[in-house]
């Protein structure tokens, strides 16, 4: 009996063991292509951001950082291999951990650029992070709505263009190259997250999406999902759409959560192909995750207030 115990647990031991080194290698593997001369966009496995790293005469410029601390110290090896010197600025799209919690693969001081907004989102909803040696990478040059660089020959506009995701989301333009780094304003073929804590808005979205619509760009890196273009950034717009006309239509008609889903499910149609994106046990964003955070933001909407402008209960 013993013995059959001990080779059933070793046996236990060794499928942790190959599970955990599949997915160290999972999370650790990155992959780089090429979208312009001197742009590169990195991704690896997982629910992980992609990075933009630029290769400039000076250094490197990479656009977030993925979710641990040894991705960005791998992000930060693979981009001075790039350009071939220091990485000289990080940027972060938006407060999400998948997004920043590579910071502190980079040495404390480096700069860090976001909005106010995304620091502010970092200190008081991802505080215990944050705490610590990490403090060194929090971003350290933040901006309300605009922040142009100039490195290595190379103009990078981050700009400030709205709610959607978050209340911080910034997107990255670098001039030359013509491309568009929109951190999670776009999930490309993905189901995005909308966080409501942070400020996040499907109605306020899609007027962001116009203002990036009206840049001078031709391709796009999305948060999640591959390369993409102006068109790209329209159909996604054209799921968002859609999303907030059903969910004002439910709440208007005094429909269920539910109803409103099945609704969705029988008369969506711009989101065919869309992929979910999901932690096993821990997250699944899908087509009803979507449609809950419209109906409940639809639902907010409406509500009654308090004569003093407040929400009533």
Do not use: C
């Not at 693969?105 to 995304?118: N, S």
């Not at 499910?265 to 065919?272: F, G, I, N, Q």
Request: proline fraction near 3%.
């Amino acid at each position: 009996m013993l013995r059959k115990l001990a080779i059933g647990v070793a046996a236990l031991l060794g499928v942790a063991a190959a599970a955990f080194i599949w997915l160290y290698q999972e999370i650790t593997t990155l992959r780089s292509e090429r979208v312009s001369d001197d742009l590169y966009v990195v991704q690896a496995g997982g629910i992980n951001g992609n990075v933009a790293v630029l290769a400039t005469a000076q250094g490197a410029v990479v656009v977030d950082t993925m979710t641990f601390r040894v991705q960005g110290a791998r992000i930060r090896e693979l981009a001075e291999r790039l350009a071939g010197a220091p990485v000289q600025l990080v940027i972060n799209t938006h407060y999400h951990l998948d997004h920043t919690h590579g910071n502190p693969g980079f040495p404390a001081g480096t700069q860090v650029v976001a909005t106010q907004r995304t620091l502010d989102n970092m200190l008081a909803l991802d505080a215990d992070y944050w705490r610590g040696d990490n403090a060194g990478t929090l971003p350290n040059d933040t901006f309300a709505k605009e922040r142009e660089l100039r490195i290595g020959g190379k103009t990078i506009r981050t700009l400030y263009l709205g709610r959607g995701h978050t209340n911080g989301d910034l997107v990255v333009l670098f001039v030359e190259d013509r491309v568009l780094h929109m951190g999670d304003l776009l999930f490309n073929g993905r189901y995005p997250s909308v966080d409501p804590e942070a400020g996040g808005s499907v109605e306020a979205w899609l007027e962001t999406l116009d203002r990036a619509l009206a840049l001078d760009f031709d391709r796009v890196i999305p948060g999640h999902g591959r390369v993409t273009d102006r068109a790209g950034i329209e159909r996604f717009q054209r799921f968002l759409r859609e999303v907030w006309e059903i969910a004002q239509q439910a709440v208007g008609e005094g429909l269920s959560l539910e109803r409103t889903q099945d609704l969705a499910r029988e008369t969506l149609t711009s989101d065919a192909g869309f992929e979910s994106i999901a932690i096993p046990g821990l997250l699944r964003i899908d087509r009803d995750f979507v449609v809950r955070r419209a109906y409940e933001e639809a639902t907010r909407a409406v509500q009654p207030t308090g004569p003093a402008g407040s929400r009533g209960s």
